[in-house]
């Protein structure tokens, strides 16, 4: 199968083109011999919710990155019959920045109490100066 766009050969009943994957308009059937169209994953959808909530919540980012990986790897394993591979790699990408907003905030909360325990509060850029000298 040739790609409309780019010419480049595919294999036959690839859905997209491998070289700048475009749609080759190719339906999936499903088992009773029908066509079936693709639905968008729930998963990759709550994923991306989960996620975006992480990051001002934080909580949300760890469950957002779990669920983004059970999505990818069914709509990599479902033959054509899930789309929303988009929506996967956001919802991960967004809980992996959630989890890392989470360390930093709780690394800092720890520096300035600890800091302030000891009678010698200073502000960031200070610490940030004695560390680097």
């Known amino acids: 199968m040739i790609c409309p766009r780019c010419g480049v050969e595919n294999v036959e009943g690839s859905?997209?083109?491998r070289s700048c994957g475009q749609n080759l308009g190719v339906q999936v059937v499903g088992q009773s011999g029908t066509e079936v169209e693709p639905?968008?994953?729930g998963l990759a959808i709550a994923s991306l919710v989960l996620s975006i909530t992480g990051v001002c919540c934080g909580i949300g980012g760890i469950i957002g990155l779990i669920l983004g990986?059970?999505?990818l790897s069914q709509i990599n394993n479902s033959n054509g019959r899930l789309t929303?591979?988009?929506l996967a790699i956001a919802g991960i990408v967004l809980g992996i920045v959630s989890i890392l907003g989470m360390l930093?905030?709780?690394v800092l909360f720890l520096v300035t109490e600890a800091l302030e325990a000891t009678d010698e509060f200073v502000f960031l850029p200070q610490l940030l100066a004695r560390w680097l000298v």
């Open 84 to 86: 929303g591979k988009g």
């Open 39 to 41: 639905k968008t994953s």
């Open 69 to 71: 990986c059970v999505a």
């Open 104 to 106: 930093v905030t709780t």
């Open 15 to 17: 859905n997209y083109c």
